[in-house]
């Protein structure tokens, strides 16, 4: 009897079964992959639509990023449960089981009336995500042949490469043209329909459950801390931070909340997350900087495009058209970077991928509210290029830092800090913009001009003159804004890029079939 590893290093029991052929086979894979493609593109095609989403439900722009920071929190909790929910309840049915909620709750974020109830359907969309990657790709490698997995890993790492890229056109236009909710309910038939059919084909291919004993005090301690981290980092600002006792409290719950969670992990025999992994200096090195990488990566990310909307006019579309243009050259650095991983040193490759991410954030730190699409364009396009070649070399310089047998759970780990890095930038950066926007506002408020500008009017006017001097005062307050926290980013991926040279080379071969 065989097994299958999950995500969290958790061996699920493979009963005896038939083994799939022809084109039953190759149909599972592409139902395997399509849902490996809804669960990426859904961290994405929000992106675009923040403004859109905010202005239709009433709430400021830094709310808007709820719908992101709270997909990510739900889907950074479910990843650790992956390998339990497997081993209780059968692989194939805690797939099947998870795509069909993630396209009901696509279907309740596509409705939802008001951003309460979105954030809501948000979190659970994300705990339904959390377990489609790495059990899409558990599933792969279990029905394939050894001799046909390269193939239907090729189609897998296709639609993981490809949804980044097509999160933000999709979700621009689609919220262009029939509403930001399409952005979600088009998920609906695909995550339905594939989960009934993958249930159906694939029954047979279940695997043996076990009564899997699950980490609950480390579960619940787990939601706590991220939970109370992220509410405090999304309300802070509305509540003037530590001037509030909510804000305060929330921060001792996060803080002794963690600290009971690191003792609680260490000393458990199951944990839910190993922390113990990082005992390995490599391991531990690798993590840090991916989650400043990481953290900055994805946060000016979903800042870029609400520049574009808010300070340059531009629409969904075209803001979504200029996000997804970073992906291209992604596509095919990836393959160049994997085959240069196991031939050169992957902390030069490191190097030279995050320093050249740090020039182009340096160089669109100099942006203006002039530009053009073909201007700003260009440099996220070329941004590209460099993200490979630093994601897979410390995949796998931190996969290669612990032993074999850990390798599962590290990568689990690592998708969880991935995950968190991601969210907790996110918010950290949309309110910096906002306060350093308000900020170079007042301080640009006296320098201007009212006279001069209410000489165009003719001297006729005075309030029409007044909200046309103080919008061009905060069209470039956003602008100084915006290209602070780009500068911010150029300066921690250079940081970065020097970490780089800490971290110890990978001993030998690593085995990446967990690291996805």
């Known amino acids: 009897m065989s097994g299958a590893a999950t995500a969290d290093g958790t061996s699920v029991p493979q009963a005896p079964h038939k083994q799939l052929t022809g084109m039953t086979l190759w149909m599972s894979g592409v139902l395997l992959a399509l849902a490996n493609f809804v669960a990426i593109l859904d961290v994405s095609i929000a992106n675009v639509s923040v403004p859109n989403i905010a202005g239709a439900l009433g709430a400021s722009t830094s709310q808007g990023t709820w719908v992101i920071t709270s997909y990510a929190v739900a889907e950074a909790i479910s990843v650790p449960l992956t390998g339990w929910l497997a081993a209780r309840f059968g692989t194939v049915r805690t797939f099947s089981v998870a795509l069909i909620g993630f396209g009901i709750a696509s279907l309740l974020c596509g409705l939802s009336p008001s951003l309460n109830v979105l954030v809501l359907a948000r979190i659970i969309q994300g705990f339904c995500g959390g377990p489609l990657m790495p059990l899409s790709q558990t599933l792969l490698l279990s029905i394939f042949p050894p001799k046909l997995r390269p193939a239907a890993m090729s189609i897998w790492a296709i639609t993981t490469l490809v949804a980044p890229i097509a999160g933000p056109v999709l979700g621009g236009t689609l919220c262009d043209t029939y509403g930001w909710g399409s952005i979600f309910l088009v998920n609906v038939p695909i995550a339905i329909g594939a989960g009934f059919l993958v249930w159906r084909v694939l029954f047979s291919q279940e695997t043996q459950t076990v009564k899997a004993r699950v980490d609950v005090v480390g579960l619940l301690l787990l939601i706590l801390w991220v939970g109370s981290l992220q509410i405090m980092l999304d309300l802070g600002k509305e509540n003037e931070w530590f001037a509030s006792p909510f804000i305060i409290s929330l921060a001792v719950i996060a803080a002794l909340g963690f600290v009971a969670f690191v003792i609680w992990e260490l000393t458990d025999a199951n944990p839910i997350v190993d922390l113990r992994i990082f005992r390995h200096r490599g391991f531990t090195l690798a993590m840090v900087c991916m989650a400043l990488m990481i953290g900055s990566f994805f946060a000016i990310n979903v800042l870029a495009p609400m520049w574009m909307q808010l300070n340059l006019g531009w629409t969904a ?40 991410l740090a020039f182009v954030t340096f160089m669109r730190s100099h942006a203006d509210t002039g530009m053009s699409f073909g201007q700003i364009g260009i440099w996220i396009f070329l941004a590209g290029a460099g993200m490979p070649f630093f994601f897979m070399p410390l995949i796998a310089i931190s996969m ?68 046309m001097s103080d919008q061009l005062v905060q069209s470039q307050a956003m602008m100084i804004a915006t290209n602070e926290i780009f500068m911010g980013a150029a300066v921690v991926f250079a940081i970065c890029a020097t970490l780089a040279w800490t971290l110890p080379r990978p001993k030998g071969p690593v085995d990446m079939s967990a690291a996805h």
């Open 317 to 356: 579309t075209w803001a979504g058209n200029a996000t997804g243009l970073i992906g291209i050259l992604a596509i095919f650095a990836a393959p160049i970077s994997a085959q240069l991983t196991t031939k050169v040193d992957p902390r030069k490759l490191i190097f030279c991928g995050v320093m050249w």
């Open 400 to 467: 290669g830092a612990v032993r074999p047998e850990e390798t599962a759970s590290a990568a689990g780990l690592q998708n969880f800090i991935r995950t968190m890095a991601g969210a907790v930038a996110t918010s950290f950066v949309t309110t910096a913009w906002e306060n350093s926007t308000n900020a170079n506002h007042a301080k640009l408020a006296p320098l201007t001009h009212f006279d001069d500008i209410n000489a165009v009017f003719g001297g006729s006017g005075s309030s029409a003159t007044l909200a």
